[in-house]
């Protein structure tokens, strides 16, 4: 059953067939197979209410909220401000683009709204500044990441959704590894800059008024990070209607700005519906393949196969971590995480391994897949910015991030605390690793 099914599925992703309709084909493949029921009569009711889980409506409120700040003005002030604090650092605007992307990931839930944003401000940056081309298009595809890590995310929604975890807990463990993460970025350019001065280009002059004026400029996505998460752990709103509450908060900012036109108003809700369309269909595929493979009993027959190869669990947590870095070369991250997910989680959980903490190892490994050639997401919205020179520009100037994040896998698996420790203390979290 089990060679039947990855049979089916590599059959069915080599002919190029969509994801939601490849998970939708398989489903129906094992139904016929493997079932005597009329599975298929199930997914009427599950398509409904995947749609009516209120965790999964705060998608669509975290993306509309991105696409308006995006459109907003208030990412060029932001990137201002952060020029003004990073650039003296070895790398200069690298450094700024990192800094900026770890705190817009704080108002925004979307990774492509934040690599849209920081490509669209900081490319025309690059070349005025003569900075090395592919290690400054990395630092964006890179930074992009930081969106699906730190809170709010919309993967960590999609993880808790598809496992049954605390939204909150996992929003607080995203907290350190984020910024850690970030952090190690930064100190990926600053050594590579280093090793090789003339990759930094030129440095940007500032003085201390100014940057203390630049300050103001930070406080938007500060306000709408306490609005989207002081509103959950002051208990005043769940998950989802704090992402409706920042979404209205960044309405008034945009207003404010007198930047909340209809016309942005109607392009942020037009790729907030393809975005969304996107991510529901392939979540009622998923959600229905996770059914028909659990009714044939795919599932404990996986399990199973696990437990009789008589590996320790972090034997087991290595082959999972390979497997998922494999997929992430040549599936979108989205569907590699959803399809995967209910499958293996169950199998770690019975190991010992506590759910918050992998949720966070997943994001990581999800994060690798984004910028790991040939199908990484941001590598190819930075380049559908950049609109000139090869992709492989791209490609060539993410690979040092790719070893940043794999430092960063190795420090979680190496110290859980890194991910426990915020929810443990400001959550009330009681992990069951350590």
């Not at 690298?94 to 925004?108: D, E, K, R, Y």
């Not at 599932?299 to 494999?326: D, M, R």
């Not at 599936?331 to 992998?358: K, R």
């Not at 430092?407 to 420790?421: G, K, N, R, W």
Request: glycine share 10%; with cysteine; aromatic share 10%.
């Amino acid at each position: 059953m089990i060679a039947t099914t990855l049979f089916w599925l590599f059959a069915l992703m080599g002919a190029a067939v969509s994801v939601a309709a490849t998970m939708g084909m398989l489903s129906f493949i094992l139904s016929f197979q493997y079932s005597a029921m009329p599975l298929v009569r199930a997914l009427g009711e599950i398509g409904w209410s995947t749609g009516n889980d209120a965790i999964i409506l705060a998608i669509p409120l975290y993306i509309l909220m991105g696409e308006i700040l995006m459109r907003a003005g208030i990412a060029e002030r932001m990137y201002e401000a952060m020029r003004q604090w990073l650039s003296w650092l070895p790398g200069g605007l690298m450094n700024a683009n990192i800094g900026f992307c770890a705190v817009f990931s704080a108002s925004s839930g979307s990774a492509v709204a934040t690599a849209a944003t920081i490509g669209t401000v900081a490319i025309p940056e690059m070349k005025r500044h003569g900075y090395n081309e592919r290690l400054f298009l990395g630092t964006l595809a890179a930074g992009g990441t930081l969106d699906i890590l730190i809170p709010p995310s919309i993967n960590l929604i999609i993880y808790g959704a598809l496992t049954e975890t605390s939204i909150p807990q996992l929003y607080l463990a995203g907290f350190l590894p984020g910024f850690l993460l970030a952090f190690l970025m930064i100190l990926t350019i600053i050594g590579a800059c280093l090793w090789r001065p003339e990759w930094g280009g030129r440095r940007s002059r500032t003085d201390w008024p100014t940057r203390i004026r630049s300050l103001v400029d930070l406080i938007p996505p500060l306000l709408i990070f306490l609005v989207v998460i002081g509103a959950i752990y002051a208990g005043l709103a769940t998950a989802t209607e704090s992402a409706a509450l920042g979404l209205v908060f960044s309405c008034i900012l945009a207003a404010v700005r007198k930047r909340l036109t209809l016309g942005v108003i109607k392009l942020a809700m037009e790729n907030c519906m393809k975005i969304t369309g996107m991510t529901m269909a392939i979540l009622v595929a998923a959600y229905f393949l996770n059914f028909v493979m659990a009714t044939i009993g795919l599932n404990k027959q996986f399990t199973s196969a696990i437990e009789t190869l008589g590996l320790s669990p972090y034997q087991t947590l290595g082959i999972v971590i390979l497997v998922l870095l494999l997929l992430g070369t040549f599936m979108e991250t989205l569907p590699m995480m959803i399809a995967t997910v209910p499958i293996i989680a169950p199998v770690m959980f019975s190991l010992g391994f506590d759910p918050v903490w992998f949720g966070i190892l997943v994001i990581l490994l999800v994060q690798t897949g984004m910028i790991s050639p040939p199908v990484g997401m941001t590598l190819y919205v930075v380049q559908c910015i950049r609109r000139t020179g090869s992709v492989n520009d791209v490609f060539i100037g993410s690979l040092p991030f790719m070893l940043t994040l794999g430092l960063m896998i190795a420090l979680l698996v190496a110290f859980p605390s890194i991910a426990l420790i915020v929810p443990e203390v400001l959550g009330g979290y009681r992990p069951s690793m350590r």
